[in-house]
């Protein structure tokens, strides 16, 4: 597509309840990014995948938060037994190459704004 | 560690006054990359500029210009004749630590509010 696209944009949901999250990335980009945008934390890198893969996990807060990335191109945040402290912004992010230098660019999508009563 | 610090949390200025957003960094690699982003209220990150550690050179487009000053740790953006379509909140951040793909350090953002 012409932008990374996210959904849902926004999402309420009740504490306990799981929750997915979806990001469909610019076609082509082999990299793949989730961060988190929080009025406590600011934003802060989750996950990185180059294709399928994700070589970097480091930025998950605990193992309630799980990511896929199918076929090269859509992902999936799966957030289990939500929290309030979860309550943020999630952007995903694409880049064309992933495995290169650090100089990559990340286009950004809107983001899903979740909300956990 | 990376770290990242924007002192000025908010910014309002008047139309046509320009505007210099800090960014003071910190890193022991020797090699990184710097950026500014700018989210409007739109909620998109849009990239506005990339710089590595090598290039030290000051960079102008249009009313934009950055200063990066390696010995002062430093990565100011200055937007000269600021327009109502320059608010947003604008964010400094840091590529380093060997990584070879963007993950990203950001700091905590500027808010710009610019007044007809």
């Known amino acids: 597509g012409a932008g990374v696209s996210q959904s849902p944009s926004n999402k309420v949901t009740e504490k306990g309840k799981d929750v997915e999250l979806r990001c469909d990335p610019i076609?082509?980009?082999?990299?793949l990014y989730w961060y988190r945008q929080s009025l406590g934390q600011g934003l802060e890198f989750l996950i990185y995948?180059?294709?399928?893969?994700?070589?970097?996990k480091s930025g998950l807060p605990s193992d309630r938060f799980s990511a896929e990335r199918t076929g090269g191109s859509v992902s999936t945040l799966t957030i289990q037994r939500t929290q309030q402290e979860d309550s943020a912004v999630y952007l995903c992010?694409?880049?064309?190459?992933?495995?290169?230098?650090?100089?990559?660019?990340?286009?950004f999508g809107a983001g899903s704004r979740l909300t956990v009563l | 560690a990376q770290k990242v610090t924007q002192a000025q949390t908010e910014i309002s200025v008047v139309e046509k006054e320009d505007v210099t957003l800090d960014c003071v960094y910190e890193t022991r690699d020797t090699t990184y990359y710097l950026f500014w982003y700018k989210q409007p209220p739109s909620g998109e990150l849009v990239f506005l500029i990339r710089r590595n550690s090598f290039d030290e050179q000051n960079e102008i487009s249009g009313r934009y210009s950055w200063n990066f000053q390696k010995s002062t740790s430093s990565f100011n953006f200055t937007i000269t004749a600021s327009q109502v379509v320059d608010s947003a909140v604008y964010f400094c951040a840091l590529n380093a630590g060997g990584t070879s793909y963007g993950k990203l350090t950001f700091g905590q953002g500027t808010i710009l509010t610019v007044h007809p």
């Open positions: 992010a694409s880049s064309l190459v992933g495995g290169a230098s650090g100089a990559n660019v990340l286009t």
């Open positions: 076609s082509g980009h082999t990299a």
């Open positions: 995948f180059q294709g399928n893969s994700a070589p970097d």
